[in-house]
């Protein structure tokens, strides 16, 4: 396997500045998806509880793959 070119400064700056973005975005999804599900699982509501757990885990590794990637880059 060949390794990755080097990026220049200001093409890593703008890599960072948009892979923070996402994740801001991504941690918005989770907040939100966390207050709706406990306001239907005080509402008596029980079936949303997996799926959102299970979608706050893809966010939580969509995240995690970007820290990896960040970690790579640099």
């Known amino acids: 396997m060949t390794p990755a070119p080097r990026v ?3 093409q890593r ?3 960072v500045n948009g892979i923070l973005l996402v994740v801001v975005l991504i941690v ?3 907040l ?3 207050t709706a599900t406990m306001n239907a ?3 008596g ?3 949303t509880v997996l799926p959102a757990a299970l979608v706050s885990l893809g966010c939580f ?3 995690a793959g970007l820290l990896r990637y960040l ?3 640099g």
Do not use: C, D, H, K
């Open 8 to 10: 220049a400064r200001a």
């Open 13 to 15: 700056l703008t890599i």
């Open 28 to 30: 918005v999804v989770q």
């Open 32 to 34: 939100w998806l966390l």
């Open 41 to 43: 699982f005080l509402g």
């Open 45 to 47: 509501e029980t079936s």
């Open 61 to 63: 590794g969509l995240n």
């Open 71 to 73: 970690m790579r880059l």
